[in-house]
């Protein structure tokens, strides 16, 4: 290595081209995931009033949605399904519906969008009367009866078209019964992309909103994990890779980008990361005063996850940052 004044950083920041030449990341179009929102009904497009720009989209408007994010050349979508009330309770009974809205919903795309890759979110939280990613008793999330459940909500999504299905729920020993379970009913073709890393986060509040999935007592944080915790996530991350996961994601995002990287150096097949919600509201909520720049906050963050070592983005700006790309 040279020293100044021999070797000087700025020769290679002097223009603009020369500043491509020696970017070390970048973001690709084919690195995002869009999560896309579906509700009951018909004639919907319902904004999440803490997430600006972003909407439910009943059946019928899903498709134009999916359209605009394949046409973008996005290669797929995270389905979330919003469910009302009256569908609810402890046993994840609607969530195993052959004919409920996310197997309709992934249907419907798969018919009509063939090439969009389909992920679904596989937990109980949506379906669940007490807003719990898992099934409830005397208070307490049942981890193995979950996990069996959970499994039979991947089947049925695997069964509607799903190319992936993505267990946010954090049971333990959930990705080795979900495979289990998928390959014994055939679909040794459908992957999984775990959430092996999931905090118990505040960042989650606006998603909440969207799905109307808060819990209603308690919190996550026994299932969830502490956010002081980093060396856990490589042993989360390393077991699910055991397990049989074929992506591995962290989540939140920008406030785990150690976490990103540690996951990434300690296993070999792609990594997530997930820039929730409260960090899509963040961003939104200071634009929106004039206080920052909303493309290029967005396109920074996005770049973070690269250089973090993220493979993929899921994030509620994909298809704003699609267009930039
Ligand atoms: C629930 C789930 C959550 C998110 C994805 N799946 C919220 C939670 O765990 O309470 C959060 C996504 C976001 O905030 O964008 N299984």
């Not at 979508?77 to 609607?94: H, M, Q, W």
């Not at 459908?190 to 905090?199: F, L, N, Q, R």
Request: aromatic share 8%; with cysteine; proline share 5%.
């Amino acid at each position: 290595m040279t020293d100044f004044p021999y070797s000087r950083g700025r020769r290679l920041r002097r223009s603009h081209n020369l500043r491509e030449m020696a970017a070390e990341n970048r973001v690709n179009v084919k690195d995002l995931i869009a999560p896309l929102f579906v509700t009951e009904g018909s004639g919907l497009k319902e904004e999440i009033p803490s997430m600006p720009g972003i909407f439910r989209y009943s059946e019928d408007l899903l498709l134009r949605e999916a359209e605009e994010i394949s046409k973008l050349n996005i290669p797929s979508v995270l389905l979330f399904a919003k469910v009302p009330d009256s569908k609810k309770d402890n046993a994840g009974t609607e969530a195993l519906n052959p004919d409920g809205l996310m197997q309709r919903s992934v249907r419907l795309i798969k018919e009509n969008f063939p090439e969009l890759v389909i992920m679904t979110d596989v937990a109980l939280d949506p379906y669940s009367s007490y807003g719990h990613d898992g099934i409830v008793r005397n208070g307490e999330i049942i981890n193995d009866e979950s996990a069996e459940l959970l499994a039979k909500m991947a089947v049925s999504h695997a069964e509607a078209g799903a190319d992936m299905v993505a267990p946010s729920d954090m049971m333990d020993g959930r990705i080795a019964i979900i495979r289990e379970v998928l390959e014994e009913e055939g679909f040794y073709e459908t992957g999984i992309m775990a959430y092996s890393a999931k905090y118990a986060s505040c960042f989650y509040g606006p998603f909440r909103d969207a799905l109307d999935s808060a819990p209603g007592f308690g919190d996550k944080k026994t299932y969830q994990m502490n956010p002081a915790n980093g060396s856990e996530a490589v042993r989360e991350a390393l077991m699910d890779e055991k397990e049989g996961a074929d992506i591995l994601m962290v989540k939140p995002g920008l406030p785990y980008l150690d976490v990103v990287r540690a996951v990434k150096d300690a296993v070999n097949v792609p990594v997530a990361a997930y820039h929730v919600s409260g960090e899509y509201a963040m961003i939104m909520a200071a634009a929106e005063k004039g206080w920052i720049d909303e493309s290029d906050a967005m396109m920074e963050v996005l770049l973070s996850f690269k250089r973090a070592g993220a493979d993929l983005i899921a994030t509620y700006f994909a298809k704003k940052a699609a267009q930039l790309l």
